[in-house]
Nanobody
Framework: QVQLVESGGGLVQPGGSLGLSCAAS????????IGWFRQAPGKEREGVSC????????AYKGSVKGRFTISRDNAKNTVYLQMNSLKPEDTAVYYC?????????????????WGQGTQVTVSS
């Protein structure tokens, strides 16, 4: 069964950190470009970070640059999103997605597989 499963969300105080995981089964993540997206209540889903499988380059939305880090562990078939210095505006459901394109994209269009999402709440 082909699926992506996110984990690691939760409640954290402003300034805190969380590490999200996205584990793949049924396919090899190494051959896919990965995107991390988030969707806050009443807002559209937006891309926050992505990793291209062709050359390993990473990209970050401006508001998370310097705070979030995307990485991949091929042996574990898992992608991670480390989130530091979290702010209340980072509160959202976070999703990972995978597709076979050479380069990743912040557009939600074209991704082959999506995880079910994990809630991140930043609040004091």
């Amino acid at each position: 069964q082909v699926q992506l499963v996110e984990s690691g969300g939760g409640l954290v105080q402003p300034g805190g950190s969380l590490g999200l995981s996205c584990a793949a089964s049924g396919f090899t993540l190494n051959y896919y470009s990965i995107g991390w997206f988030r969707q806050a209540p009443g807002k559209e889903r937006e891309g926050v970070s992505c990793l291209s499988h062709s050359d390993g380059t990473t990209a970050y939305k401006g508001s998370v640059k310097g705070r979030f880090t995307i990485s991949r562990d091929n042996a574990k078939n898992t992608v991670y999103l480390q989130m530091n210095s979290l702010k209340p505006e980072d509160t959202a459901v976070y999703y990972c997605a995978a597709d076979r394109r050479e380069y990743c994209s912040y557009s939600t269009q074209g991704y082959d597989y999506w995880g079910q999402g994990t809630q991140v709440t930043v609040s004091s």
